[in-house]
Structure formats: C-alpha cells, structure tokens
C-alpha cells in the first residue's frame, strides 16, 4: 500500500508539471490571439495606432481574468471528481478485502469438509477392525469355554477320587476300635494315608479357589462383552443410515442389515448358552461346599468320638497313635468366644438398628479391621468366600452407615482400611453383642 501511494505521488506531482507547462503556454497563447484580434478591429475602423494599442492590451486583460476564471470553475470541478475517485477507490479496495476474506473463508470451508470427509473413512475403517476384533474375542471366549469344560471334568474326577477316599476313611475308621493292636503295628501306613488326604483337601481347597477367580473373571467380562456389543448395533444403525442417505444402494444395505442381525442372533444365544453354563458351574460349586460340610462335619463327630475315650485311660502306646494321626489338621481353625463379654450394655437405637441390617460376613468385616493391624488378607478370604470383592464390602458397609447413621464409619481413603475413632466404641459393643447372640 506504502509503494502504491509513492508510485501515485510520483505520478500525480508529473502530471501537474506537464498541465502547468501547457496551461502557461496556452494562456500566452491566447493573450497574443487576443491582442492581436483586438489590436487588428480596433486599428481598421480609426487607424489609431495608441488606442488599439490599449484596446488590445485591455482585451488580453480581461481575457487572463475570464481565463483564470474559467481555470479556477475547472479546478474545482476537477477536485470535486477528484475526491469522488478518491472514494470509489476506497470502496472498490473495501471490496477487494471482503472478497479476499471470503474467498479465505471459502478455502477454510473447503479443508474443513475435506477433512471431515477424511474422519468418516477413518471412522468405516475403525468399526470394520472393531467387528474383525470383535469376531476374534468371541472365537478366543469359545476357546475358554472348551477350556473350563475340561477343568470340570477333571474336577468331577477329582470328586469322584475323593469319594471314594472318603468311604476308605470311614471303613478304617469303624475298624479302628477292633484292631488297635493292628494299628500300632501299621500306623505309618496309616500316617500315609492320612497324608493324601491332607493333600488331596489342599488341592481341592485350590481349585475351589480358581474355580471362584474363573467365574468372577466371567462375570467381568460378560458386561464388557454386552457393553461392546451395544456400541456396536449403535455404530451398524448410524452407518447404515448414513450409507443409505449418500450412496442410496437400498436393496446392499437391506441384506447387509439382515446378515448383521443373524449373526448379532446369534451372538446373543451363545451368551445365553454360556450364561447357563456358568449357572451349572455355579450350583456345582455350591454342591462342592456342601460335600466339603459334610466331610468337615464327619471328621469332627469322629474326632468327638474319639475325644470321649478319655486319653488318661488308654495306655501309652495308644496316645502315642492319637499323637501321629493328625484328625485335626483336617478342620478349620476355631475362633474362642469369650463367655464373659459384656452384653448388658446397651447400643443406642440407630447402631442396634444398623446392626440387625448387616449380614454375619460383613460383621466379621469389621472385626478384622478393630483387631488387626493390616485386615487386607483376612477381608480377602471373606469377599472371596461370599464371591465378592474387598472394596465392594467396605463399600456396602459405608452405604448402610450412611443410610441408617447418616455418615459413614470406615476411612475409604486410607491404605489399609480403619475406623473412624469416634465410632470405635459402638463398633465394639456391636461385635460383642453379636458374638454373644451366636453363642446363645
């Protein structure tokens, strides 16, 4: 803009020069024409040389003033259109920087589309690769299936062995009055056997527990898979629509549509198959901790049994037998209730209240967090036996405080779970209270 203004200065200051030139010229013109005329029609008439002298100078007079006149009336003019350019070019250069501002706007626009365009094909691309993942997923679940079928046969097996281990046991011990001489002969063969046994427990106590770990990781997964496969029928119907509106291949996309939905069926009657199936695993799991009572239940009537011969009586040799067979290691270990708790004193109505609401487990939730120091083991063993997790059962315990209390009692941002100090006390009165009601 600076060069434009310079170069018309410039040009403008070279035009004046020139007009200025022959403006001067052309008045000196016309005052000789004009003298010259006058001086002429003034001497034919009179033959007076000294007036039409000052005839012919008084015309070339007035004809400077008409001229300079005329040349200020032009000036003027000239400036008034002068100044009307001047302002036709200010708009027209107004309008150059509209115009260059849309024609910016209309690049931008024109990206913009383009790479809007780019997101879409992106977008095709990744719901195909989600669909062929998604495809690969369910063939490797299927593979898990046939997995845990095989587990369960084993573990049927396994049953079945510990069945007849069980019936062994009771048959050895009916004949354990009738030949204890035999037994002090032949204990280490007894030691053995007992061995296996505390063996096979163990093994069955482990596969209890990955059975527990596979179907908490299946109940995991199945919302997952629902989750996905959701995103996926909304991201098929909005692609669909869309193919429809741009390319308008109806009769494509209506078979394409149809196929999606066969297999989406179908999809969904394996989860059904499989949500089945893990109900089977379940009721099964449930049976085993049955038979696992019942076997706990029999040893300790055997081990009463055995108690009632009273061990002062028997000689030697025979306390020396009761010694080396280890019945006792076969039972989980027994907690020792204190008889003389104090449970006269009273809680008050809402903690009485709250505590009639918690379930037996979650109470011995917060027993082991009063009277351990790091409770994260033993709140482990009691959300994996009621098929939960740890930081569910502190949650539910805080929600039930909330509900009935109106705060919460357990700390959830410490590391190791803790109790609030101001409710220490009522907590221990709870647990008391408790204890002595199962006692009764």
């Known amino acids: 803009m600076v060069l434009r203004n310079t170069s018309s200065d410039n040009s403008n200051r070279l035009k004046t020069s020139n007009t200025h030139s022959t403006v001067v010229s052309n008045r000196f013109f016309l005052g000789i024409v004009a003298f010259s005329v006058s001086f002429g029609l003034s001497l034919v008439p009179n033959w007076d040389f000294t007036k039409a002298f000052l005839t012919g100078s008084i015309t070339v007079i007035s004809s400077y003033a008409a001229a300079f006149c005329v040349d200020k009336r032009r000036k003027n003019h000239e400036m008034l259109v002068l100044i009307s350019q001047q302002k036709r070019i200010r708009e027209l250069e107004g309008l150059k920087l509209r115009l260059f501002r849309e024609i910016n706007k209309i690049e931008e626009h024109h990206s913009l589309l383009y790479a809007e365009s780019k997101q879409l094909q992106n977008q095709v691309s990744e719901c195909r690769n989600q669909r062929d993942n998604l495809h690969r997923e369910l063939s490797s679940f299927a593979g898990q299936k046939k997995q845990l079928e095989t587990e369960i046969t084993t573990l049927k097996i396994e049953i079945d062995n510990l069945d007849k281990n069980k019936v062994e046991l009771n ?116 049976l085993l901790q049955e038979e696992r009572d019942l076997l706990q239940n029999q040893v300790w009537d055997l081990l009463q049994q055995m108690e009632t011969l009273s061990p002062d009586s028997l000689p030697e040799e025979q306390e020396d037998v009761l010694e080396l067979f280890p019945f006792s290691e076969l039972l989980e270990p027994l907690e020792i209730i204190d008889t003389k708790a104090d449970a006269t004193e009273k809680l008050p109505q809402e903690w009485s209240n709250f505590m009639e609401q918690l379930p037996s487990y979650e109470i011995q939730v917060l027993k082991s967090i009063l009277e351990q120091e790091n409770p994260n083991s033993a709140i482990k063993k009691i959300a994996e036996a009621n098929i939960t997790m740890p930081n569910l059962l502190i949650d539910s315990i805080n929600e039930r405080a909330h509900s009935i209390l109106g705060e919460l009692i357990i700390n959830p941002d410490a590391e190791t779970p803790e109790i609030y100090h101001e409710h220490t006390s009522n907590v221990k009165k709870m647990i008391e209270i408790h204890e002595n009601h199962i006692s009764n």
């Open 171 to 286: 048959n050895a011990l009916s004949n354990l009055t009738a030949e204890k001489r035999r037994l002090e002969l032949n204990y280490n063969i007894s030691r053995s056997e007992s061995n296996q046994l505390q063996a096979q427990i163990r093994d069955l106590q482990q596969e209890k527990q990955d059975i527990e770990s596979n179907l908490t990781l299946l109940g995991r997964l199945k919302p997952q898979i629902e989750e996905k496969l959701y995103e996926l029928r909304i991201q098929l119907q909005e692609l669909e629509i869309e193919v429809a509106q741009k390319n308008k291949l109806l009769v494509d996309t209506i078979n394409q549509r149809e196929n999606i939905e066969y297999s989406l069926n179908f999809f969904q009657t394996q989860i059904l198959e499989k949500q089945t199936e893990l109900h089977q695993i379940q009721e099964q799991v449930v």
